[in-house]
DNA sequence: CTTCTGCTTGCGGATTTCGCAGGAGCGGGG
DNA sequence: CCCCGCTCCTGCGAAATCCGCAAGCAGAAG
């Protein structure tokens, strides 16, 4: 089928280039290992990231307050759900009729998704859910996913154990 | 003398069983407002989360040490992979015959399956991939994973677009 | 040629990090 | 009961880092 609702980048009027995937080109091979050097550890000092990439301390600053301020990338912890209290996590596929991007914006209004993504396949979107336990669970997909209006079919797969969760893009 | 914007330790030590998981050390009330506070900012102070969790700023550094001593957290740089230059990502399903955990490990050893999780469901895993181009994620779906003993079949979604990625669980 | 952007070096002061020396609270023996 | 070991917190200097700023330089673009 290719009257698919991919076509987002020309006909969304809220499409702004600071957008968080469409645009994000120019990064050059400097940048690319100051976050390398970040995702092995976001709190490196930068003269010791200015050290490794080749460039002065007050370089490494600025460029790594470019890359935050542009959206680029960001410094944060990241955690087990399982450690932190949220106890049901689920992948749910989604399947839609008419605007797929409208679907996902709404989805991605819910706290309760960490990960929306839109896909090919038979599956238009997959969405990550994280709750606090069973009713939640079920609230969200049952109650508030099959809601929203487009939503045609959804399919759910419970996490029972998490294996591997890395971000380490950049740095292979 | 501080205020208590938190709960005080002496809340009840058994809150709930939950150690059963994948490896729960049981995290206090300050612990979890610690965490907050870094995935706001994985840079900000010692001293001001002290102040915002009601913590001297070395009691606050002794905490997040072993947070992440323990891998109950780590702080890293998180960005779009497709800005960092990894244009084909894919989240493949994976129906399993004989031991799922033993494919789950085989597959967590691959650097490109950055996300494995063993589901109930139609599929038995679910694998998020990162790759570079076509060819590469042609090659790890069709030679590499389903090379491994125990993998009778697999579904493939390659991601059109990613709309949403938090890392802000407990921030809500 | 001029402008603009980005990097470097250098600087000083404010801030943060870090190690270490106590001290308080809490069970478990003797 | 008291002592001991343990854990966690606090306080305090010393060292390192962060941060803003300024001047100079080089390359790219207009």
Redesign the pocket.
């Known amino acids: 089928m290719h009257s698919d609702p991919v076509a987002s980048r020309s006909a969304d009027p809220k499409d702004s280039r600071e957008s968080k995937n469409g645009g994000g080109p120019q990064l050059d091979a ?1 940048s690319l290992a100051i976050i390398e050097q970040l995702q092995e550890d976001g ?1 490196r ?4 990231i ?1 050290k490794a990439v ?6 490494v ?3 790594v307050q470019k890359l935050l301020d542009q959206g680029v990338m960001q410094i944060v912890a990241v955690t087990d759900p399982l450690t932190v209290g949220f106890r049901r996590q689920a992948m749910v596929g989604v399947n839609v009729e008419g605007d797929v991007e409208s679907v996902a914006d709404a989805l991605t209004a819910m706290t309760e998704c960490e990960y929306v993504v839109m896909t090919a396949g038979s599956f238009d979107l997959m969405v990550e859910i994280v709750c606090e336990d069973d009713d939640h669970l079920l609230e969200v997909i049952n109650k508030r996913i099959r809601a929203v209006p487009g939503v045609r079919s959804t399919e759910s797969f419970v996490y029972l154990k998490l294996k591997k969760q890395t971000y380490m893009w950049g740095t292979r």
């Open positions: 400097v709190r000092p930068y003269a010791a200015g080749g460039l002065s301390e007050a370089a600053r600025q460029r």
